[in-house]
């Protein structure tokens, strides 16, 4: 089987590896306005991580456009890859796919069942149909623009089936593969009714990448117990596993932030002005500050319960700690998320009728996105920061926190099930969110925490981060891949756009 590929990027000199990141949205948001489309940069935390593997380095991004709808796209993309200093291709999804993939199997089915929530999966076969279409898709548009000497790099739970749908059209490339999200345990994967294919569509990477040695050690069980004869080899981060002849690599890659970044943002004038008004207008009360996107696996209700407790237990936090929580909208369309909306607000109200008094209220709720400087103003006003996820694969709003704790005075309360807790757990205050009691008295414990203490355990904190950072994930994994480092593929002085570009024909 033959097929062509066109390649209309950031075009290298001569051949040499780049570097293909493949997710389900691409890094900017598509807007219809009048006259015609409108690029915007795009956020979050794949976005925030991935950047800056790829920029100015001559990479390509292959996503979804975050439309279903036709886009003219004029001279768009090729205005947002120069600014983005990577070459961006946008995959077309339909109404169907969009429905059956993207809501339905990767949210309906993938992401409870990822999480340890199993109540909340919808095993639809037709959703599984959609799910193997739309990884064809998203392979064809790779096999098109990617080169044989290219790493394909693909991220998360949507797009599982990739690699296994590009050997199938017989392209040959090198493929690893990165879960953002948790790995669940035997007796939770295998509800799946599509368990083996699941697993078996992911031993066709050449590398398996995982947040912690824990997800690694799920995944690798759950392969052993549909097939009992597969045994890996090897010690540390990363083991290997034979598999039809090939060699697959299994390893812990615990993804991290931009630790100069935000040290070097979150002391910018334009944040120190945001910071000194918040502390002019919390009048002597600290800050207890969650940054959550609106979902069931962030432990939310739990989280404002704890709270709730602690109030009535210690009243001498009474006007001396308020929370606020930061609640970015997500799936607002969805009747579950509505609903879980409806119950934080319910709670937010109830404890400020319980104790607001004297202009002092406990709570200061906002349901939005904050802009850059906002957010980090409250990562730097905050003393303390309440991360406490029911289940999180690794949760970068607690390394965010640290490195924007320039003055080293904040504590970290920590959910034990995210994945930063296997790096953070010594100096972070470590809990089991679901225990509500347990929670209260941690928010005490920070609360009344020795001052010399508070510095000691944010110091080791912030040296693991800065030492671990987003740069050492990517080194780490693409050691692992084919022992290369990021700084091993070329600088922006190396690559010249080039729009005449030929085919390239591959059996």
Known sequence: MASSRKDDGLQPKGSVERLVAVSNRLPIAVQRKSGGWQVQPGSGGLVTAITPVLKNR??????????????????????????????????????????????GFANEVIWPLFHDLTTRCNFNPEYWYYYLQVNDKYAETIGKHSLPTDYIWVQDYHLIAVAQ???????????GFFLHIPFPSPDVF???????????AMLEYDLLGFQTIRDRRNFIHCLQYISPDLKTVGRGDVVTLQVDG??????????????????????????????????????????????DRLDYTKGLPERLRSFQLALERHPDLHRKLTLVQVLVPSRTDVPEYQQLKS?????????NGQFTYGGWAPVLYMFRNLQ??????????AQIALVTPIKDGMNLVAKEYCACNLDEEGVLILSEFAGAAAQLQKNA?????????????????????????KKARMRRARDSIKKNNIFSWVDSYLAAAFSKKLNDFPKEAEYVPDISLGRESES
């Open 190 to 200: 295998m509800r799946l009714p599509w368990r083996a294919q699941l697993l078996r």
């Open 165 to 175: 749908m590009l050997r199938k059209r017989r392209i040959a490339r090198r493929m």
């Open 58 to 103: 001559g990479g390509l991004w292959i996503g979804w456009s975050g439309t279903t709808e036709e886009v003219d796209w004029g001279d768009e993309l090729d205005i947002a890859s120069q600014k983005s200093g990577y070459r961006i291709h946008p995959v077309t999804l339909t109404p169907d796919e969009l429905q059956n993939f993207y809501f």
């Open 372 to 381: 850059s400087d906002e957010l980090l103003a409250y990562y730097r006003a």
């Open 246 to 291: 090939r060699t697959v690599r299994i390893g812990a890659f615990p993804i991290s932030i931009d630790y100069d970044h935000f040290c070097t943002s979150s002391a910018a004038s334009s944040v120190q002005t945001k910071l000194h008004w918040l502390k002019e207008s919390m009048a002597g009360s600290q800050i207890i500050l969650g940054v």
């Open 343 to 351: 119950e934080v607000e319910r709670l937010v109200g109830e404890i």
């Open 429 to 453: 205050i470590l809990v089991n969110p679901h225990d509500i009691e347990g929670v209260a008295e941690a928010i005490y414990r920070a609360f009344t925490m020795d001052p010399e203490e």
